[in-house]
């Protein structure tokens, strides 16, 4: 039985301690904090709840498979629901409500908004990402990255210069190109250095929809819980409290990890932070820049009469996005405002609420609470930021980590490594270590 440690309690590395010790490992997973979940969690106050961190996810097989691997099906702990059609306003006043998991569906509602035909305009973009999927789900998504066994065309997508907003340039309506490059923006990645073949995510959510757990199970805040169960369940120790400073390197083979109270020693060790927070491996990423939260405001409303989906999208400068995946006191409303802009031209913090007021959503008579989170304060309450690596041009790919390290015995997982941030893409991380790794 082989002992491997976990380095960080957020999804990811719940993820991969339970994938692990189901395969027959001796499992310790240390998370610096006093809580495991990373961003997964709740905010309260007065009443109201908010979610802290995602409130949906693409590709829900990936946390199905997560659950079946770990000895216990997903539909035992919670309900996986379509979270709906996510609602886009624009700075001309067009609305769209665009759903997900039908291209049907997403032609018929981006007709309607925008104008017989242009519907089949976003479905020829879209399309384009199926090969895509199909060359990138074999070479990076369901296995670590080899360019000696990956295929021409991985190779070529993962080699190409090409950018999003390059790409968004093929879309002649001006409101699928804001569209084509909006989700990157929400990233916190500028789209002008993000490749081309991130455009995938629109496919993902075309193809497979978004989902989420419905709030009065919990909001996707659920899936902490509910992993901290399985964890138990499956024997894994879980130590909190403990910050990891540094991998036990001996002869270039980790050997284990470094605290400030000891040397635990371990056959192998998965890094789920950060890693340029561990100074072995910060060696091998120091060109990489973490992407900053955004700025979070959770709002507690008496009923201003909205009826808003899961995600409503204002587009411009800055871009705010509401959710409403929270609960609230009778007959009242909680929803959090989420924006990365700090400043408008002039160097003048952004007003949020005076913003959507002056795009004609005026939320202001009917705030009974406000809760403010900086990019600052989540990065200190979750020791890093849970958004991964920013996209900065073609060299990104280099710069950061895969599943293998150059260090013998350190693997990564996590928003920080390949595949990428997210839900699904962090989860896909742990099934790739979980397969590098192997059975006991």
């Known amino acids: ?100 998991g039908s291209r049907a569906e997403q032609r018929r509602a981006i007709d309607e908004a925008l104008g017989t035909g242009v519907g089949d305009q976003w479905l020829t973009w879209v399309g384009e990402y199926a090969d895509v999927w199909a060359s990138m789900r074999r070479d990076w998504f369901e296995r670590p990255y080899d360019p000696r066994t990956a295929s021409s065309a991985t190779q070529a997508l993962l080699g190409s210069r090409a950018s999003l907003s390059g790409a968004a340039r093929r879309l002649h309506d001006p409101h ?18 993000t490749p081309a073949w991130w455009g995938l995510q629109h496919y993902l959510r075309q193809t497979f929809d978004t989902w989420t757990v419905p709030v ?56 789920t932070i950060d890693p340029r927070r561990l100074p072995h491996l910060a060696r091998f990423v120091r060109k990489t820049k973490a992407v900053t939260p955004p700025n979070l405001t959770h709002l507690g409303l008496s009923d201003p009469g909205l009826a808003l989906p899961i995600e409503t999208v204002w587009h411009g400068d800055p871009q705010i996005v509401i959710r409403t995946a929270g609960s609230a006191p009778g007959g009242q409303l909680a929803i959090t405002l989420s924006w990365r802009s700090s400043t408008r031209k002039g160097g003048r913090p952004v007003d949020v609420l ?16 406000r ?69 006991s």
């Not at 007021?357 to 009974?368: F, I, N």
């Not at 403010?372 to 849970?386: E, H, I, L």
Request: charged share 20%; aromatic share 4%; glycine share 14%.
């Open 216 to 271: 009065e199970q919990g909001g996707m805040a659920r899936l902490a819980d509910s992993l901290t169960q399985r964890l138990a369940t499956r024997g894994v120790e879980v130590v909190t409290g403990v910050e990891v400073t540094d991998l036990a390197v001996q002869q270039g083979t980790c050997v284990g990890v470094v605290t400030a109270a000891a040397v635990t020693l371990a056959d192998a060790v998965v890094v």
């Open 354 to 369: 005076r913003t959507l007021a002056d795009r004609g959503l005026d939320l202001q008579p009917h705030v009974r609470v």
């Open 1 to 100: 039985m082989a002992r491997i440690i976990v380095v960080g309690g957020g999804f990811g590395g719940c993820a991969s301690a339970v994938r692990l010790a189901k395969l027959g490992h001796d499992v310790t997973l240390v998370e610096a904090g006093d809580r495991i979940g990373g961003a997964l969690g709740t905010v309260e106050h007065e009443g109201y709840l908010w979610q802290s961190g995602p409130t949906h996810t693409l590709l829900p097989a990936v946390i199905r498979d997560l659950y079946v691997k770990s000895g216990r099906k997903v539909e035992r702990e919670f309900d996986l629901v379509p979270a709906g059609p996510q609602r886009h306003h624009f700075s001309d006043g067009t609305v769209l409500d665009l759903p997900g």
């Open 176 to 193: 699928l190109r804001e569209l084509a490059v909006g989700e990157s923006i929400r990233e916190g990645h500028r789209p002008e250095r």
């Open 371 to 439: 809760v403010d989170r900086s990019p600052q304060a989540q990065v200190t309450a979750w020791g890093g930021s849970p958004w991964g690596a920013a996209w900065d041009g073609p060299a990104t790919l280099r710069r950061r980590l895969g599943t293998l390290t150059p260090i013998k015995g350190a693997l990564c997982a996590g928003a920080h490594t390949t595949p990428g941030a997210g839900l699904h893409l962090v989860g896909l991380s742990a099934a790739l270590v979980a397969h590098v790794l192997g059975p």
